[in-house]
Each structure stands twice: as structure tokens, then as C-alpha cells.
């Protein structure tokens, strides 16, 4: 199932998606079913029953406006008559389905000069391309609705400097009174590349959030908690991408009285679209499933709700439908200055695209430990400081499960900060769960680290904490799980892992193991970065070394033409496509084997420099990494713009690697 809301009953209705005007109903707690979904859309909404537009009559909406609960999927044309047609030209909107968040289809507006013009006193004019909330469903005063919607601004969205509204609530006022030209008195504003959500009352303008940073080629959600009030018992609650970044109690209306003349028992009405000054250039913007509810009874007067201080599963990439341009600035040559350039700009491309609220889960992990390699020399400490961030507001803590390699792979980041700075706080959390784990006995019946990507994640934590107590306890506990892990998945023959234990015996077309690219990358990758932490006269350094020569052996072997290597290792003619995240640990490992002396550079370093070119090849204008395989477990399809964090955090690993020893 993929469905707009984050915790979400399931529909009783097949339909749910393509209905326009919904009515919710309450089922009882057994009958509920959760689905953890991406950060991208996060809201709660109850049990959905489609009914029509028509079965819901305009008296009944207007008698009560707490009855209104809407829900567009944006599936096809007609437009929803949820929304009035008066604030756009015809040729604006289009339902389109090459940028789509959830479904078939999803809403494209563009704006253009001149669209609804209105000429101000000043001579100034605005222009405009918005979906306008019919009147029946307007919000009513001092009455609670939480409206979620979900925004993608694409590349090509020109930054400039012009006022721009993207969502906004306005206090309805009759057109023959002053008020008419109010502000709104709620919106959320694009402008030279800085998102805010603004407060307006007559001319003076409070900001309840602000942020710079690259908003566009992405989906943005968005999520409002709001109750409209001239006293003070107003509130406004809002998400970003499921974190909160708004928490607001006061006046949230204008005044209703003979001088402002807007009419008591106020109501308000939403818009979404683009709203700006005028200028020559056009701008589109895609909007997808927009859900309105009224809230409960007191829903509001909490600070905070239940998810506020929840963990929320950020997405940990995408893929688009339309690429952009690739790069054509990047060059292959393996020197600091362009080495730098092409790791820079992927670098700050995925920087720009970090959640809110910040996230331990092993992808993010593989891209923080690519963070931390990308030598200062590059862009500063900006890389490190930003994980410091995101560590500070994990606490320096792992995941929740205490004996699963996928929540302890962030500690890499943790350690690789207390290295920089001894300060204890940033390894003791990771020390307790490790030491936890250590006095927690196997299990016979599975291995701890049963999967081959795990000895990526965990281990190379246990060699940090090693190296920063002096205790072999950790280094004996790594090698002990290593090997049963090895034991059951390694073929001594092909000198690959399998995934895990369901893969031992799967074959490819041409009748070959079936080998997966990226969970030997992880490998690969883990067997150096426990190596980086070995003493120098560690007796088990020669065991992993050994294992290193074999899997490089074999890699060099199967490396493709272009080369990069498939996401099937032994059966690379039933993949069209490479896969960047697989390829990228490989180089790592490879590089560093050169680098340390392990591997002959004559018969390696070559394979590094076809590596390093081919995947530049990938790399787009804007900084996007493609043909990155989704989360999964063994080979499967993907498209070339397919951009995940694990992969850029590869790249950035095999780069750093490279530049070490660049001249």
C-alpha cells in the first residue's frame, strides 16, 4: 500500500484514493491497522468511506462546518468541487502523472504573466494560479481543522526574489469593505529560496518558521493544526515533513469591528497554488493528496501532540519520472581540485535534502559515515558540523533495538566524532547498548548478523569502541559474529556473500549464484572499516586482509566495461543498468586496499579510475546520484534517476578514499 498518511486506518473502499469528498468513521481499537509510512506525508486521518460531492449537500456542509472532512487524490480530471475554478485561468492546471507522490496522477499548476492580474494602487501588479476552497467548506472561527497537503517544486523553479504565496488562509471579508485587500492571515511563502510560514494582521507581519535551503525537486508535506481566533485561545500547529516547526497560542484572526470591517463569527478559506508579483517567468508547482478533518474537542490546547517526540522514518530517496540534465562539468581525473568538485557537489546536493527531524535508520547511517569521510580540505568542517547537529538531536543515541545491526550503524558517525573531539557523552550511549548486546547470549537457532549487509553496519562500531577503550572485549564479540555470519553466507569459491541464508541456493538466468552488488559492497565496505581500527600488530588483521584480497579478486574479475558493476554480480547481461550504490562501496575497498598497500596498484588502481569515471557518468547538474538501487534485499529493476542516501554516502566514501593519496 501507498498512502498519503503516515499512521492511517485502512479504507474500507477500494476507491479511497480517487474519491474526491470523503466522510470519515470511527471503528473500534481492535479493528485498527497501522502503517508506518515516509516522512515525506506525515498526518493521522481516520477510517475512509468514499461518498460523492453529491451525496454531501451544500446545507448540510453549511449547517455545521464542523461536518466537513475532504480528501483529493488529484487522480484525474474533472477538478474536485472542493475547489472553486474563479482564482485560475483554465490552461493553468493540468493532472499529469509524470510527478506523482501517491497513485496514478497528481496536479500541475503554472502560472504565467498576466494570470488573474490584479493592478494595486501603486501601480504594482499580482498575478495569480490558485485552487480556491469552495465557500461551503470554509473553516469556521474558534473551531479546530488540521489540513494536510503535499507540494513538489521542481528543478527548474526559478529562485528569485519575488513575493511568492504557495498556501495561504485568508479571513473572508465582503468585497465592498476595506478589509477586502487584507492580507492573509496565514500562508506559507517561497521566496528567493526561503520557505517561511508568516502571520498577518493589517500590516504587520510575524514569521512563525523560517528556512533556507534547496526545497525544490522534492516532495514537501505539510500538516496544520489551526483554530482561527480574535482572542487569544487561537492556536496554529504545523509539520514540516513530519517534524514540528510550529507551536503557536494567541490571536490568530483580525479583529472583528466597525474599523477593520471584517464580519464577526469570522470564517476562512484555503488556497493552494502560486500567488506572486508579477514577472515574465513562469512557474509550476505539483500538488498531491490533500486531506482536511475537523479536530476534537481539545485537540488544540495541547502543546504538542502524540508524534511530536516520536521518531518518524524519514524517506531515504526517490526517483523521478522526468530527469534533469546530467553533468557535464565533472571530470574523471583522479586530482584533488576535481575530485573535490564532483564529491562537492553531490555532497551539498543531498545536504539540502536532509529532513527536519533527524533519523538513526541505517540509510541515513551509510550516508553520515560518507559525511565524516569527505576531508575538511573539501568544504570545510560543514559536513561534520552538520552531523554534530543531527547527533545532538539524537542524543548520541543508536535505534531502539538493541541487538539489530541496523540501529547501531550510526554510532560510526557518533565515534567517528568522539575520535575528533574525547568528549565521552558523544560514545557512552553506544558503549551501553554495545555492552549490552555483548552480554546478551546468541541465539543457535539464527545468527545475530544474519544478513550480509550487517557487517557493514555493526561491526566496524565494535572496532571504534575497541580503539577508543582499549578493551579487546569489543574486537573478540565483531570477530566471533564475523565468522558465523562468514561461515553460513561466504562462498569459498566464488568468494562472495550471499544475502542471506534464503539466497544460498537462487540462481540467476544463466544459471549463476545469485550474488547481490550492494550487499557485497556492504561487505567490502565493513571489512575496511574495521581494518581502519585493527592495532597494526592485531592478530586478526591477517583474516580480514585475506578476505579483503579475495572479494577485490573476484571484483576485478566481473567489473563491467563502463566500470561499474551490476546489480547481479555473476549475470550482468540480464541488467541493463549499473548500480551506483554497489559500485561505489566496492571502489571504496578497492582504493583503500591500493592505498594501505594490500593490493598490487598496477593490477588495481585501474579498475578504481573506470570506477570512479563511470560513476561521474550518473551524476546530474543539480547533484542528484542515480542508478541507485531502492531498499531491498537482492536484485531488482530500478531507473536511472533512482537517488538513495546509502549510495550518495558510498560515492562519498570512494571518494574521500581516492583523494587521500591525490596529488
Known amino acids: 500500500m501507498n498512502d498519503p498518511c503516515q499512521i492511517m486506518l485502512m479504507p474500507n473502499t477500494e476507491e479511497a484514493k480517487g474519491s474526491r469528498t470523503l466522510k470519515y468513521t470511527t471503528l473500534s481499537s481492535r479493528t485498527l491497522r497501522f502503517v508506518a509510512r515516509p516522512l515525506h506525508c506525515v498526518i493521522v486521518v481516520l477510517s475512509l468511506v468514499a461518498v460523492s460531492s453529491a451525496q454531501r449537500t451544500e446545507s448540510s456542509a453549511k449547517s455545521h462546518a464542523k461536518d466537513i472532512e475532504l480528501y483529493d487524490g488529484f487522480e484525474s480530471a474533472p477538478l474536485s468541487s472542493i475547489w472553486e475554478t474563479r482564482r485560475f485561468v483554465p490552461s493553468a492546471i493540468e493532472f499529469q502523472n509524470n510527478v506523482v507522490l501517491k497513485g496514478k496522477g497528481a496536479l500541475k499548476i503554472t502560472v504565467h ?3 488573474k492580474k490584479a493592478v494595486h494602487p501603486d501601480g504594482n501588479y499580482t498575478e495569480r494560479d490558485e485552487l480556491l476552497e469552495a465557500e461551503q467548506y470554509n473553516a469556521r472561527e474558534n473551531e479546530g481543522y488540521e489540513h494536510s497537503f503535499n507540494m513538489f517544486i521542481p528543478s527548474d523553479f526559478p529562485i528569485v526574489p519575488t513575493r511568492l504565496v504557495i498556501a495561504q488562509w485568508k479571513q473572508f471579508c465582503p468585497e465592498e469593505k476595506k478589509c477586502a485587500k487584507g492580507h492573509p492571515v496565514l500562508a506559507i511563502r517561497y521566496v528567493d529560496g526561503v520557505l517561511t510560514i508568516t502571520q498577518t494582521f493589517g500590516q504587520t507581519k510575524k514569521v512563525l518558521y523560517e528556512q533556507k535551503g534547496e526545497f525544490r525537486n522534492r516532495w514537501l508535506n505539510f500538516r496544520f493544526q489551526v483554530r482561527f481566533s480574535s482572542k487569544d485561545n487561537g492556536r496554529i500547529k504545523t509539520w514540516m515533513d513530519g517534524k514540528q516547526v510550529v507551536d503557536y497560542t494567541g490571536v490568530t484572526a ?3 469591528n466597525a474599523e477593520t470591517e471584517y464580519p464577526s ?12 508579483d508579477g514577472m515574465a517567468e513562469p512557474m509550476s508547482i505539483y500538488i498531491d493528496e490533500y486531506c482536511k478533518k475537523p479536530l476534537r474537542e481539545g485537540e488544540l490546547n495541547l502543546v504538542g501532540t502524540a508524534d511530536q517526540n516520536e521518531h518518524v522514518k524519514a524517506a531515504p530517496g526517490d526517483q523521478l519520472k522526468i530527469p534533469g540534465p546530467l553533468a557535464t562539468d565533472l571530470s574523471p581525473k583522479l586530482t584533488k581540485p576535481e575530485l573535490a568538485k564532483a ?7 543531498q545536504l539540502g535534502r ?5 533519523q538513526y535508520d541505517w540509510t541515513f547511517a551509510a550516508l553520515y559515515a560518507g559525511y565524516m569521510g569527505v576531508p575538511d580540505a573539501v568544504a570545510g ?6 552531523m554534530i547537529s ?6 548520541w543515541s543508536p535505534g531502539p533495538r538493541v541487538e539489530h545491526a541496523d540501529d547501531q550503524a550510526v554510532g560510526q558517525m557518533y565515534m567517528e566524532q568522539y575520535f575528533i573531539h574525547k568528549d565521552k557523552r558523544m560514545m557512552d550511549p553506544m558503549k551501553a547498548r554495545l555492552d549490552q548486546e555483548i552480554a546478551t547470549p546468541d541465539d543457535p537457532k539464527k545468527p545475530l548478523w544474519w544478513w550480509c549487509d550487517a557487517l557493514f553496519m555493526a561491526p566496524p562500531v565494535f572496532a571504534d569502541m575497541a580503539k577508543a577503550t582499549g578493551d579487546k572485549k569489543y574486537l573478540d564479540f565483531m570477530d566471533h559474529e564475523w ?3 562468514t561461515d553460513l553466507l561466504y562462498d569459498k569459491n566464488k568468494h562472495l556473500y550471499s544475502r542471506d541464508a534464503a539466497w544460498l541456493d537462487k540462481h540467476e538466468k544463466n544459471g549463476e549464484k545469485i550474488f547481490w552488488s550492494r550487499g557485497n559492497g556492504w561487505v567490502m565496505g565493513g571489512i575496511v572499516r574495521v581494518l581502519q581500527q585493527l592495532p597494526a600488530n592485531s592478530p586478526l588483521r591477517p583474516k580480514y586482509i585475506a578476505l579483503l584480497k579475495e572479494m577485490a579478486a573476484e571484483t576485478l574479475a566481473i567489473q563491467s566495461k563502463d566500470g561499474l558493476w551490476r546489480t547481479g554480480l555473476l549475470d550482468a547481461d540480464s541488467y541493463a543498468l549499473p548500480e551506483i550504490s554497489g559500485s561505489a562501496f566496492m571502489t571504496y575497498a578497492l582504493a583503500y586496499g591500493v592505498n594501505e598497500k594490500i593490493l598490487d596498484r598496477k593490477m588495481y588502481w585501474p579498475a578504481v579510475e573506470k570506477a570512479w569515471a563511470g560513476m561521474l557518468t550518473h551524476v546530474y547538474a543539480d547533484g542528484r546520484l542515480g542508478c541507485i538501487q531502492q531498499v531491498g534485499h537482492a536484485p531488482d529493476a530500478f531507473t536511472e534517476t533512482s537517488s538513495y542516501n546509502y549510495g550518495v554516502g558510498a560515492y562519498l566514501l570512494a571518494g574521500s578514499e581516492i583523494y587521500r593519496t591525490a596529488k
Open 254 to 256: 483580525n479583529p472583528e
Open 381 to 386: 568542517n560543514k559536513y561534520k558540523q552538520a
Open 113 to 115: 504573466s498576466f494570470d
Open 343 to 349: 564529491m562537492k557537489l553531490v555532497a551539498d546536493w
Open 390 to 395: 543531527i547527533a545532538e538531536k539524537l542524543q
Open 483 to 485: 565468522t558465523i555470519t
Open 354 to 358: 536532509l529532513p527536519v527531524q533527524a
Open 265 to 276: 463569527q469570522g470564517r476562512f478559506y484555503f488556497k493552494m497554488g502560486l500567488y506572486r
